[in-house]
């Protein structure tokens, strides 16, 4: 029994645990509702991480997200049906145009601090929302993108072919493309790279003074947050069919801000904990329609008034609590 | 050492320094004093780069670094430390001393992720450098603790320590005895004087004069931003413009 334990307090076998279990969802639910909800939550668990890195660890609030997330839609879904590229050559690609954009984007905002930095990042949002509503030829306009393929059948050794049509077949993708965005997370988070972005979050100047070059540091936790959202961009746009400006909108930004403010930010399981609160609050609160947004809000302002850290930041709190209670 | 030429920095109509000329010989341990507002911490963000100034040069080892970026004249061998004393609260004394070699290696983000054997190399010289420091500065008991649970005192040495452990060859204190009691100098006063016999030449700022007599080997004086004195502490303390300055006319010895 202590064993047990001791084994499931490793953050490691728990991770395995969890893996186990996530993998075996598709074989359990039966419901395709419910495996939409979930593949839903695995593509917008991995848009909140990576806002996480530029947010959360370097401490720039970027505004733009949901315009990245668009760019990296967008662009897999035009690369394949335009230049009929297959889905992992468009996946990457479109990632590399995303963070072209993400550079050149924040090679001036990120010249300003704090609140210009995420006024800045919100007018571009806008700007990308009316580029997709607007540049007809490009984007279809208003009427979006239609018949954008699944990415094609892999086989694997033993003849196994993994086919993505299925929805158990995107749910292993996107929970595979989320184990990846979580792995690069936790890699640079206990990095000297990580150690740089959070030194700037916290001071600039001392940074600065240590001879790290912070406008570097930041244009690299900027690049690499929206290569990553492009990731989830491109499984959004395979796995819908179907793309409209609204996803590229800022209201995209403000719902994946809220997945990770309400999960804790700063923290590697917060935004995953945050999107499935948020998304499965979201279902329930159907019948609200536009009202959603509304409740939200109020979430959100409840959460920055009372749990300024989040969810798992008020538990991390919590602990330290109890343990100098025990002291 | 470090050369300042003519340097001037205006804000506005104000003149914070004015024409200021003065040298940094190796091995010394230089005080600028002056009254409040005198222009002392401009003069050290001249130096590295948090000002541009608006007229005169900066010469280090015979290099001009006028105008470079902070962290540029970091890597190039100069460290401060901030009147404010400035350290990474919410990370451990280890972690602040661990940031503050970052500098001396090189491996980027890719590096990281794929956590290449340059990367752990980079990762094991930062840490070996930041116990060391924290050995040095007599917080190496404390080194795990988080930052922001060490006194006051505390605070200012490793905000010493995470200057040191860039590895400079000039160190511009400014202000480190602000704040700490009359018992709590003797320390800090044996840990700089420590530092300047591992060859790191110090100019600072301070404003208790007890500790730049003791301390200084030469001292500068300031006022309205121009230089009045300069010279040997205890000439320095005699001269009548340096009692003006900082007790009015009337005071004439």
């Known amino acids: ?327 | 050492m470090l050369e300042v030429k003519n340097l001037s920095k205006h804000f506005g109509g104000l003149r914070a320094v004015d024409e200021l000329s003065f040298k940094v010989e190796k091995g010394d341990i230089l005080s600028i004093i002056g009254p409040n507002g005198s222009g002392k911490s401009t003069v050290f963000n001249l130096i590295t780069g948090f000002h541009e100034p608006t007229e005169g040069r900066v010469l280090y080892l015979g290099e001009d670094i006028t105008g470079l970026k902070p962290h540029v004249i970091a890597r190039k061998g100069i460290a401060r430390t901030f009147q404010h004393t400035t350290i990474y609260l919410q990370n451990t004394v280890q972690g602040n001393l661990i940031i503050a070699h970052r500098l001396r290696t090189n491996t980027g983000i890719l590096g990281a992720i794929f956590r290449t054997s340059r990367h752990r190399q980079d990762e094991k010289q930062c840490l070996e450098k930041a116990e060391a420091t924290a050995d040095f500065i007599g917080l190496y008991s404390k080194r795990l603790l988080p930052a922001s649970l060490l006194s006051q005192e505390e605070q200012k040495r490793l905000a010493i320590g995470i200057a040191i452990a860039t590895e400079p060859q000039l160190l511009l204190l400014d202000e480190p005895m602000g704040g700490v009691t009359d018992k709590e100098m003797g320390p800090l006063m044996a840990l700089i004087k420590k530092i300047n016999e591992q060859g790191v030449t110090i100019c600072l700022i301070e404003h208790k004069m007890g500790v730049v007599m003791s301390i200084s080997n030469r001292v500068i004086v300031l006022n309205y931003g121009r230089k009045i004195a300069e010279g040997l502490p205890e000439n320095v303390a005699k001269s009548k413009d340096v009692i003006e300055a900082y007790l009015g006319e009337d005071y004439h010895a």
């Open chain 1, 1 to 327: 029994m202590n064993t047990l334990l001791k084994l499931l307090s490793n953050r490691w076998t728990l991770g395995l645990i969890v893996i186990a279990l996530v993998c075996l969802v598709p074989i359990v639910i039966t419901s395709k509702y419910w495996m939409h909800v979930f593949i839903l939550i695995l593509i917008w668990s991995i848009a909140a991480l990576s806002l996480n890195l530029i947010m959360g660890y370097t401490g720039q609030a970027n505004l733009a997200h949901g315009g990245f997330f668009g760019i990296g839609a967008y662009a897999t879904a035009l690369l394949m049906l335009k230049l009929n590229l297959g889905f992992w050559p468009a996946l990457l690609l479109a990632a590399l145009i995303t963070s072209v954009v993400g550079f050149l984007i924040g090679l001036p905002t990120l010249r300003t601090k704090g609140s210009y930095f995420a006024i800045g990042t919100l007018c571009f949002n806008v700007i990308v929302f009316i580029a997709a509503e607007r540049w007809e030829s490009l984007t279809g306009g208003a009427r979006g993108v239609i018949g954008i393929p699944p990415p094609s059948p892999i086989s694997l050794p033993f003849g196994i072919v993994v086919k993505f049509s299925t929805l158990s077949g995107m749910f292993y993708l996107s929970f595979f493309l989320l184990l990846v965005t979580l792995f690069i997370k936790y890699r640079i988070v206990h990095s000297l790279v990580g150690r740089s972005f959070m030194a700037v979050r916290e001071s600039e100047d001392l940074t600065s003074s240590i001879g790290i070059d912070t406008m570097k540091t930041k244009i690299i936790s900027f690049v690499t947050s929206v290569f990553i959202v492009s990731l989830s961009g491109s499984l959004y746009a395979v796995y819908i069919g179907f793309l409209d400006p609204e996803i590229a909108s800022h209201h995209v930004t403000f719902e994946v801000l809220l997945f990770v403010v309400l999960g804790g930010i700063g923290t590697i399981a917060g935004p995953i904990i945050g999107t499935i609160i948020v998304t499965l609050l979201g279902e329930m609160l159907h019948f609200l329609e536009a009202f959603r947004l509304v409740a939200y809000g109020l979430v959100l302002v409840l959460v920055i008034i009372f749990m300024p850290q989040g969810l798992m930041g008020g538990i991390r709190s919590l602990q330290q609590k109890i343990a100098a209670r025990d002291m």
